[in-house]
């Protein structure tokens, strides 16, 4: 749930932007390998937004590369990928991804960076 609310976050502050095309001028706006234009933003992944927004200064340095492994661990809530990978999480690993979460949620609520 916490790479959930990330992403929600991110997607919140996306369409908060008056000018959206600034989303799609930055260097890590994901781009259709067909037609080599920007992704409409409904497609977006969270590896996306979470670059976008780096890029928009929304995140600084630091909460980037803590927010891609919040994006890397929340896929093991499904058993079969806890499993297939050896990975166990404890009440601890979520209590520590919790904190990080909520330092995100506040960098992202701070309104820094493109607006």
Not at 66 to 85: F, G, L, Q, T, W
Not at 93 to 100: E, Q
């Amino acid at each position: 749930m916490m790479g959930g609310l990330l992403e929600a976050l991110l997607v919140a502050r996306a369409n908060k932007l008056f000018d959206k095309s600034k989303l799609f001028k930055t260097k890590s706006a994901p781009m259709d390998p067909k037609t080599k234009k920007p992704l409409e933003l409904r497609k977006w992944t969270l590896a996306a937004y979470i670059d976008v927004g780096h890029e928009l200064n929304w995140i600084s340095n630091s909460a980037k590369d803590v927010a891609v492994i919040v994006r890397d661990y929340r896929n093991y809530i499904h058993p079969e990928k806890e499993r297939s990978h050896g990975m166990t999480l404890s009440s601890n690993d979520a209590a520590l991804f919790w904190d990080v979460t909520k330092n995100l949620s506040r960098e992202l609520l701070a309104m820094k960076g493109e607006v």
